[in-house]
C-alpha cells in the first residue's frame, strides 16, 4: 500500500548510525524528511547524501530533522560516511537507518514496482530503494512526496524549497503559487471571501476572480 499525503506516516524501529531510532520519537515536535537511496557506495547516492550533509545548517535553521533509509547495514554505512565526508567536505551527522530486512522499504512503498516484495534470491539490483522524499510534520502526517527514479540524482534545493512552502502553508488558509521562494506573495485560499482575506493578510492583488496575491505572513 501507499503511503498518501495526509497519512500519519508509518512508525518503526531500526538500528541507524545514531543507534536504535524509534520513528515516531525520533520526529518528536520537529518536521522530518525521510529519503532513501538505492545502495552504499555508489555515485549517485554519495553525491545526494553530499548534498544533505551541506544543507544541515539550512534544515536545522527549518527546524526539520533528516534521515537517510537504505537496503545496506549500519556498518557499511559508517565506513560510507567517510566517502560522503571527503566528497562534500562536509560530515554525515543525520541518521542513515539499517533497513536489510527490507521493512521501512516496504512500509513507505519505496521499492521499484518489479521487485516490490523480494524474499528469495535478493541481488542488489532487486532490493535497491527508488529516491523517495517524504516530509512529515510534527504530527506524524505526511505533508508532502516525491520520489525518482534510480538514475536521477534529486535536487535538493527544491526539496528545501518545498519544506518552506510546506511550513509556510502549514494551517494557514494560503497557497504557494508555481516557483514561489520565500519572501514572494502568496495565494490566499478560496474559503475566504475578499473582505475576510484582507482582514487577515491586508491589501490584496487580484489577477483573477479565485486568483489573490498577498504578502505572506510573517
Known amino acids: 500500500m501507499s503511503v498518501r499525503i495526509n497519512d500519519v506516516a508509518p512508525d518503526f524501529t531500526a538500528d541507524s548510525t545514531a543507534g536504535q531510532i524509534k520513528f515516531h520519537d525520533w520526529v518528536g515536535d520537529s518536521y522530518a524528511i525521510i529519503f532513501s537511496h538505492p545502495r552504499d557506495f555508489t555515485p549517485v547516492c554519495t553525491t545526494e547524501f553530499g548534498a544533505v550533509a551541506q544543507l544541515a545548517p539550512e534544515f536545522a535553521k527549518r527546524k526539520t530533522k533528516v534521515m537517510g533509509v537504505s537496503v545496506d547495514s549500519v556498518e557499511e554505512h559508517v565506513k560510507w560516511k567517510n566517502d560522503i565526508a571527503a566528497f562534500a567536505g562536509a560530515p554525515a ?3 542513515i537507518i539499517d ?3 527490507l521493512t521501512v522499504s516496504k512500509a513507505f512503498d519505496m521499492l521499484p514496482a518489479e521487485f516490490y516484495l523480494p524474499e528469495a ?3 542488489p539490483a532487486n532490493t535497491a530503494t527508488v529516491r523517495s522524499v517524504y516530509i512529515i510534520g510534527p504530527d506524524k502526517k505526511v505533508r508532502l512526496t516525491m520520489t525518482y527514479p534510480m538514475s536521477v540524482g534529486r535536487n535538493f534545493a527544491e526539496i ?3 519544506l518552506d512552502a510546506v511550513q509556510a502553508t502549514d494551517g494557514v488558509p494560503i497557497a504557494t503559487p508555481a516557483n514561489w521562494v520565500p519572501g514572494e506573495d ?4 478560496l474559503s475566504l471571501d475578499n473582505k475576510a482575506a484582507e482582514e487577515k493578510f491586508g491589501a490584496l492583488d487580484i489577477k483573477l476572480p479565485y ?3 498577498a504578502k505572506a505572513p510573517k
Open 121 to 123: 534470491n535478493r541481488t
Open 93 to 95: 551527522d543525520f541518521p
Open 160 to 162: 528545501l524549497r518545498a
Open 99 to 101: 533497513d536489510t530486512s
Open 186 to 189: 502568496v495565494i490566499v485560499a
Open 211 to 213: 486568483l489573490r496575491y
